[in-house]
């Protein structure tokens, strides 16, 4: 199954032209890493891997685990089918930041708790090891359907409690009140910034309460000044890597589809910025995936 993008949840815009062809592999990775953040079920153009292709060109590249994330109910029940049906595959369940506000909107009250209800469900089954992606997004929601977003970033932290998942959280524009209901409700054991978009200053946070960054392709974009930033901030036990896929591609493939197996792009540059080896900066990721998903054969 595929998904049509979620015009919501990311920059695609459907009056664009793109180019849709998928990149070339790069060179593998000499150690493999977790891509802790991709939508398998997430068509992106009419050239598109089917998941048994990307997981193939992935573990081929040294990606060889997968974090699959729900943003709705749809896609959570998918993800908790394909950690099941995959060994490489553990999935992450939630409505996203623009998911609650709009099924609020268009449907009340009592659709949104049957939405979190079965997030609520899914949660506890033993291949979900992340509740995400949640958060907050001043960039797309309105300004009426804040006070649903932080509602529903709330109820997503108790659940990540209750069930001991880690907390995945998708932060646009919103960085200071993200960490502002994080320190209100209480932090689970374990929270990923994912798609890291802060600075200095967010990163500087992280790091003293031990949360985790998660970095996309946009560390490699020209104008991501800040994202470098924290990146160096950070020490390399709290950071991860992920795509976002098949979003937010790696240059020099910037608006192209995205999949796991151009990591090694993200990687590389992480390691540049950071003055380290990329075979050490990939045990960390590797180490760091597993310390907060656990493993992947269980």
């Not at 009426?144 to 209750?162: D, N, P």
């Amino acid at each position: 199954m595929t998904r049509e993008p979620l015009r919501n949840r990311s920059d695609w815009d459907p009056n664009k032209k793109r180019e849709l062809d998928l990149p070339p592999a790069p060179e593998p990775l000499p150690i493999a890493v977790v891509d802790s953040h991709c939508h398998l079920d997430i068509k992106d153009g009419d050239e598109y891997l089917d998941v048994t292709d990307a997981l193939t060109m992935a573990a081929e590249a040294g990606i060889d685990r997968i974090m699959q994330i729900g943003v709705d109910v749809e896609s959570s029940r998918w993800s908790v089918e394909a950690a099941h049906q995959y060994l490489n595959v553990l999935a992450t369940v939630a409505l996203h930041p623009n998911e609650a506000p709009r099924i609020f909107a268009e449907h009340g009250r009592e659709a949104l708790d049957a939405a979190i209800a079965e997030i609520d469900r899914l949660a506890a089954d033993p291949r979900v090891r992340g509740i995400g992606e949640t958060g907050l997004d001043f960039f797309r929601t309105e300004a009426e359907g804040l006070a649903v977003q932080e509602e529903s970033f709330r109820r997503h932290i108790a659940i990540a409690k209750k069930h001991h998942k880690a907390l995945v959280i998708h932060d646009r524009d919103a960085h200071e009140d993200v960490v502002r209901v994080l320190l209100d409700e209480g932090a689970p054991d374990k929270v990923v910034f994912h798609c890291f978009s802060g600075d200095h200053w967010l990163a500087s946070v992280a790091k003293e309460h031990g949360w985790y960054c998660s970095f996309s392709g946009t560390v490699t974009f020209k104008n991501s000044h800040g994202v470098r930033a924290g990146l160096a901030v950070l020490p390399p036990e709290l950071i991860l890597v992920e795509t976002d896929a098949p979003f937010l591609t790696p240059m020099p493939y910037r608006g192209r589809p995205n999949a796991s197996y151009l990591i090694p792009l993200t990687v590389r540059h992480m390691a540049e910025v950071r003055g380290m080896a990329v075979e050490t900066l990939c045990e960390a990721i590797s180490a760091n995936s597993e310390a907060v998903f656990g493993s992947f054969s269980s």
